[in-house]
Nanobody, 126 residues
Framework: QVQLLESGGGLVQAGGSLRLSCAAS????????MGWFRQAPGKEREGVSC??????GTYYSDSVKGRFTISRDYATAYLQMNNLKPEDTGVYYC?????????????????????WGQGTQVTVSA
């Protein structure tokens, strides 16, 4: 029922920056947790960063702490990615779903996510 539109991916050199956007639409999207996930070729999908409603905080995977920042404006989520590394390369997916916490959404996404969109490609060259 929730529609997601991811954008902002592209090709960037190591050390550069990108800002991803996710526009979510639906009846109660603003009450959902939101998050960014990525999948590199041959690897499992992983939760990168998730954010709850206004009073629920944020979560970051260890690999992106200090480099990425998640934020949201109502039903739009953003991921500011700085100091990008080649290992950040992958398809980035957005979600807007009910979850017990941002940490749970990012780490245990199979408990909450039933549908994935097409994502947006991020490629970081060395």
């Amino acid at each position: 029922q929730v529609q997601l539109l991811e954008s902002g991916g592209g090709l960037v050199q190591a050390g550069g920056s990108l800002r991803l956007s996710c526009a979510a639409s639906g009846r109660t999207v603003s009450g959902y947790a939101m998050g960014w996930f990525r999948q590199a070729p041959g690897k499992e999908r992983e939760g990168v960063s998730c954010i709850g409603t206004g009073d629920e905080g944020t979560y970051y995977s260890d690999s992106v702490k200090g480099r990425f920042t998640i934020s949201r404006d109502y039903a739009t989520a953003y991921l500011q990615m700085n100091n990008l590394k080649p290992e950040d390369t992958g398809v980035y997916y957005c979600q807007a779903v009910y979850a017990h916490s941002p940490r749970r959404l990012c780490r245990d996404y199979n408990d909450y996510v039933r549908r994935w969109g097409q994502g947006t490609q991020v490629t970081v060259s060395a």
